[in-house]
């Protein structure tokens, strides 16, 4: 077991490295001090249909984020202004009770910067009972040395891959890093879990594997494709792409007048149709006008 006192006392969990002595309660990079903080715990339904079937993935919304894009879709819970400090006996307990509203798996989201106390609370909580697969949602700005904690323990990798162009990554996210962080993380991710398992011939139900979310920014689509390019190209088809549309510019997008509008549909097809033609097969696209539909859930401190 990670010596998690140890961890928080000179943080270095992320790529920040920001040394910071959050066992004081002091916040890292990632604005948060070393108690697990959670804005949300709940059944949610706006995942990839494998991930969340007609049951709902089990999703527990961590607060803080190490990442901090411009565009955040999350930015209340992101910048850690709302949530509830809980322990990590708690957290093996709310696992277990999203079990219970049978949930189709726990969906850790943006824990990056609490995975020890996570990896406890999912040990504790298997020990209980727990045997719902385990899927970590992510932006992808992981460090492997740090995923290494979860090996076994996470059945289901769900990161995003944004940017593999520094410049993108530096602009938009403050991490010109991004992209060989990204490539390391992923690389990790996939060996620890291998390629795609379904419980059935379809891909109804996904059990274990990796599935690599892309967000298209509008303006950017070259971006994107190359993007899913190196993706396709580096792993083929033992992972998942899925591309999403639903992009929504948020309040304060004015300094970034480019991305202070939605994505076109022509934009959005050119990238699936690009993916189409460099031949990926595993993938999931989104179909209709979805940024204005809202996925982002009520972050009231719900099952916490």
């Known amino acids: 077991m990670a010596d998690v006192e140890a961890m928080m006392k000179d943080c270095t969990l992320c790529p920040r490295n920001c040394h910071a002595d959050r066992s004081t309660g002091l916040p890292g990079f990632c604005r948060s001090g070393g108690r697990v903080r959670a804005a949300r715990a709940a ?21 803080g984020c190490s990442l901090g894009c411009v ?6 819970v992101a ?13 093996a307990e709310i696992f277990l009770e999203l079990q219970a509203q049978n949930a189709r798996n726990i969906n850790l989201v943006t824990a990056s910067h609490f995975i020890p106390q996570t990896a406890e609370a999912l040990v504790r909580a298997r020990q209980n009972g727990l045997s719902v697969p385990v899927v970590y949602n992510t932006g992808g700005y992981e460090k492997a040395e740090t995923l290494k904690l979860l090996e076994g323990l996470v059945d289901i990798y769900l990161p995003d891959f944004k940017y593999l162009d520094p410049e993108l990554a530096a602009k ?12 390391a993380a992923l690389a990790e991710m996939v060996r620890q879990v291998g390629e795609p398992v379904f419980e059935d011939e379809g891909e109804e139900r996904m059990i274990r594997g990796v ?15 190359k993007v899913i390019r190196y993706l396709h190209e580096t792993y083929g088809n033992r992972i998942y792409i899925s591309i999403l549309n639903q992009y929504t510019p948020m309040p304060g997008m004015e300094k970034y007048p480019e991305l202070n509008r939605k994505l076109t549909a022509e934009e959005y097809d050119a990238v699936v149709d690009d ?10 696209i989104q179909e209709g006008d979805t940024a204005s ?11 916490i």
């Open 211 to 225: 599935i690599v979310r892309h967000l298209v920014l509008p303006g950017l689509t070259e971006a994107s494709k």
């Open 293 to 303: 539909e809202s996925f982002i859930p009520v972050f009231d401190i719900t099952g």
């Open 275 to 284: 993916a189409v033609a460099v031949g990926v097969e595993n993938g999931f």
């Open 71 to 76: 565009y955040c879709q999350n930015r209340p």
């Open 79 to 91: 910048d850690g202004t709302v949530g509830k400090e809980i322990t990590v006996e708690r957290l």
């Open 172 to 183: 938009y996210s403050f991490a010109p890093d991004y992209p060989e962080t990204a490539k």
């Open 43 to 63: 059944l949610h339904y706006w995942e990839e249909p494998c991930i969340c079937g007609e049951e709902g993935s089990g999703a527990v919304f961590f607060s």
